[in-house]
């Protein structure tokens, strides 16, 4: 069978499928531009769908360490496929460490998904591989119980999840190869997307907002050391507990205050396991633990 005739019985195959359809794969395999095709077709037919974006590398609905949520009513929505109706802060680009919030915000805009759509196009991360990588499949697979799992398959990177999905989950899967017209994006081209995805967020000159000890979480510690908020990611949440946008923590003698602007929704600030240099929108890894009692 051509790659062609793969992909076209794949799509007549998700026009049948009602839930979730959660969509793996490693980098640079086209897991996007299968999902906007899939959403199409899905318009197209007249259908009620939605896009949750999981890939918080490399987010298109809302910025990068996010989950977001997009209902696809009409083709015109898919000309604002970067403007979310609902975000969860997760905190990182990277899953160590966050696999839990990562987990909650998937499965809590699913929830909501599924509400308002009969089917739900779920991309995930590029962390396939190890322990962290194959335990975040798992566990989005295991509470969200996608009715189909589209594997874009390259090599054997996939086994040791597919394997895992139907042993244990029973679920179905279908493995299809990235298009031979894919063109991988280097890893220059991957920061600077995330930076702009960054800088479209929080703004070109933010207005910066000062703000108290006792609006973070989780709560900082007793004689917490408020310097080494400096440059901290922070995710803007509402009354509802709903994330509204990204901040950037800045300590000024003895100060902090958080550039963002979502200030006027603000009624709490989530930490995230992120510096980010505001001026260049460079990233580093944290480690929360460390962060809150220096072990």
Not at 109 to 134: E, H, K, P
Not at 146 to 167: Q, T
Request: aromatic letters at 4%.
């Amino acid at each position: 069978m051509t790659e062609g005739d793969q992909y076209a019985a794949l799509r007549e195959r998700v026009s049948d499928v009602s839930g979730v359809v959660m969509i793996i794969g490693d980098t640079d395999t086209g897991k996007t531009g299968l999902a906007k095709t899939l959403l199409r077709d899905a318009v197209d037919a007249g259908r009620k769908v939605a896009f949750i974006d999981a890939d918080v590398a490399s987010a298109n609905v809302g910025p990068a360490a996010c989950v977001g949520l997009k209902f696809i009513l009409d083709p015109e929505d898919l000309e604002t496929f970067s403007e979310p109706d609902e975000l969860r802060f997760v905190g990182s680009v990277e899953p160590h460490g966050v696999v839990l919030p990562h987990v909650v915000a998937v499965t809590s805009l699913v929830d909501i998904a599924t509400v308002g759509a009969d089917l739900v196009i779920l991309d995930t991360t590029n962390a396939v591989a190890g322990v962290v990588g194959q335990t975040l499949k798992y566990h989005i697979a295991e509470l969200t119980k996608p009715s189909l799992v589209v594997a874009l398959v390259r090599g054997g990177e996939l086994e040791p999840v597919i394997g895992m999905l139907r042993r244990f989950l029973s679920l179905r899967v279908a493995e299809v190869p990235p298009r031979e017209d894919m063109i991988p994006s280097s890893p220059i081209e991957r920061q600077a997307k995330r930076a702009a995805a960054f800088r479209r967020d929080i703004g070109e000159d933010p207005p910066k907002w000062r703000v108290q000890t006792t609006v973070f979480a989780p709560t900082l510690p007793v004689g917490f050391d408020l310097s080494r908020l400096d440059g901290m990611l922070v995710g803007v949440q509402d009354e509802h507990g709903r994330c509204k946008g990204l901040g950037i923590l800045e300590h000024t003698n003895g100060t902090i205050r958080v550039a963002t602007r979502h200030g006027d929704d603000m009624r709490g600030l989530r930490l995230g396991s992120m510096r980010i240099d505001l001026a260049t929108m460079k990233t580093s890894r944290v480690r929360l633990r460390e962060l809150m009692f220096g072990v």
